[in-house]
């Protein structure tokens, strides 16, 4: 098993990796197949050949930072295209700071609509 950068083992990332890899069968098999990560650790988007999610200049907190603020998000902003023919939206550390944020937001539930 895995550690994080704490040290501790880190449990996630073979769950993270079995799921991309089922996803990526799915896209062998011609389906489409848009990956959205919702986890600050970035660890689905390490389990895809990004090192370093931190420094990605897109992710989900961006998009939806730009719906929050009612500005237009362009068609395929942030989406990543992976080689095994995957679509994959990465979140980062940010993501735990939105969290905050969206305690004071109307109708939060629907800002991945």
Do not use: Y
């Not at 880190?10 to 098999?29: H, Y």
């Not at 389990?47 to 989900?60: K, R």
């Amino acid at each position: 098993m895995q550690s994080d950068r704490s040290g501790k083992p880190e449990r996630r990332s073979w769950q993270d990796n079995d799921v991309c890899k089922f996803r990526i069968g799915l896209a062998r098999a011609g389906k489409k197949v848009l990956l959205v990560e919702a986890d600050a650790q970035g660890s689905m988007a390490v389990s895809l050949g990004i090192a370093e999610p931190d420094e990605l200049d897109v992710t989900l907190v961006n998009i939806m930072e730009k719906i929050i603020n009612d500005e237009d998000v362009e068609p395929g902003e942030g989406i990543i295209h992976h080689t095994e023919g995957i679509d994959f939206i990465p979140a980062n550390i940010e993501l735990a700071g939105l969290e905050t944020a969206l305690v004071n937001v109307m109708s939060r539930e629907t800002i991945l609509r």
